[in-house]
């Protein structure tokens, strides 16, 4: 019988989309402790992860509420999952060609549409997504995480995580606080035949918490220096915590002359041609290495 678990303040179920269309049934899944144990990483499940801050273990209602809500949230991301297809293509033309990634590419309608109702209507927010930043990029190089847990902050398209679960990383964590980028990761984790044991997604807002993951990865975040200065004690204290924290950036707003002396540089990349057009002109991408 699977059992709800307290995970510190916040609980984590996720659907088993397997049984969801064999059996038309609903399927709450142990708490993450248990799905990181040996026994359980041997099924192969599709999971989209829930987060709640209540505490089911002191509301004998709460689990029933849950298997109510989780039927209509899997049908949701059904559609979403049909809509990431039809509007993206297959692609790898960026840094990383072994790993496949559905995009949008100058071939999709959405790369130079104008706003329409319909558009407007296919997704909540800018699918940003949709697209291989070059911070993201340059993220998928560096053999860290070898054995380690991994949290994707900004997830986009998932590709971070991907790499990371490739590179034999314990798991990854892609999170993304917008729910068609978590969508997005399971389609693209499914193209690159990805252990989906080892793949967690999240649509919480991470910034400012304690995490529990190892290696930090954050992917063309720092777009400005506001933004700048509402990661940095973040990782700040991450980093006080023993945390590893990579940052992928092409030489973005954000990263100004007065955050430089948290950085130490690991790599430095040359961008395709088409990323570069794509990017307004970014020849070269690096990985930095907080503090």
């Known amino acids: 019988m699977l059992a709800t678990r307290t995970l510190k303040n916040v609980l984590t179920f996720q659907v088993n989309f397997s049984l969801l269309l064999k059996k038309s049934k609903i399927a709450l899944i142990k708490?993450?402790?248990?799905?990181?144990?040996?026994?359980?990483?041997?099924?192969?499940?599709?999971?989209?992860?829930?987060k709640s801050e209540t505490t089911p273990s002191q509301n004998?209602?709460?689990?029933?509420?849950?298997?109510?809500?989780?039927?209509?949230?899997?049908?949701?991301?059904?559609?979403?999952?049909?809509?990431?297809?039809?509007?993206?293509?297959?692609s790898d033309q960026?840094?990383?060609?072994?790993?496949?990634?559905?995009?949008?590419?100058?071939?999709?309608?959405?790369?130079?549409a104008r706003l329409t109702a319909e558009l407007?209507?296919?997704?909540?927010n800018d699918p940003f997504w949709g697209f291989y930043w070059p911070g993201g990029q340059a993220l998928k190089r560096p053999d860290l995480v070898k054995g380690k847990s991994v949290?994707?902050?900004?997830?986009?398209?998932?590709?971070?995580?991907?790499?990371?679960?490739?590179k034999n990383a314990k798991y990854a964590l892609a999170n993304d606080t917008d729910e068609a980028a978590g969508c997005s990761v399971l389609v693209n984790a499914e193209l690159n035949s990805i252990d989906l044991c080892k793949l967690f997604i999240s649509s919480r807002n991470l910034i400012g918490s304690p995490v529990e993951e190892e290696v930090i990865c954050i992917g063309d975040l720092f777009y400005d220096e506001e933004i700048a200065d509402i990661l940095f004690p973040w990782l700040d204290n991450l980093a006080d915590a023993g945390k590893m924290i990579l940052?992928?950036?092409?030489?973005?707003?954000?990263?100004?002359?007065?955050?430089?002396?948290?950085?130490?540089?690991?790599?430095?990349y040359d961008l395709t041609a088409n990323c570069c057009i794509e990017n307004k002109g970014f020849k070269n991408v690096f990985v930095w290495k907080f503090r």
């Open 60 to 90: 004998k209602n709460a689990e029933n509420e849950l298997k109510k809500e989780a039927l209509p949230v899997w049908i949701c991301f059904q559609n979403l999952k049909e809509k990431i297809v039809k509007e993206t293509k297959i």
């Open 247 to 268: 940052i992928g950036d092409p030489g973005r707003h954000g990263l100004s002359t007065t955050k430089m002396p948290f950085l130490t540089k690991l790599a430095a």
């Open 151 to 166: 949290l994707d902050v900004g997830c986009g398209c998932g590709a971070t995580s991907i790499a990371a679960i490739k």
């Open 31 to 50: 708490a993450e402790d248990a799905l990181k144990s040996e026994g359980e990483s041997k099924a192969k499940l599709e999971r989209l992860r829930f």
């Open 120 to 124: 407007e209507n296919l997704f909540k």
């Open 94 to 112: 960026h840094l990383t060609p072994e790993i496949l990634l559905h995009l949008i590419t100058p071939e999709c309608r959405l790369f130079n």
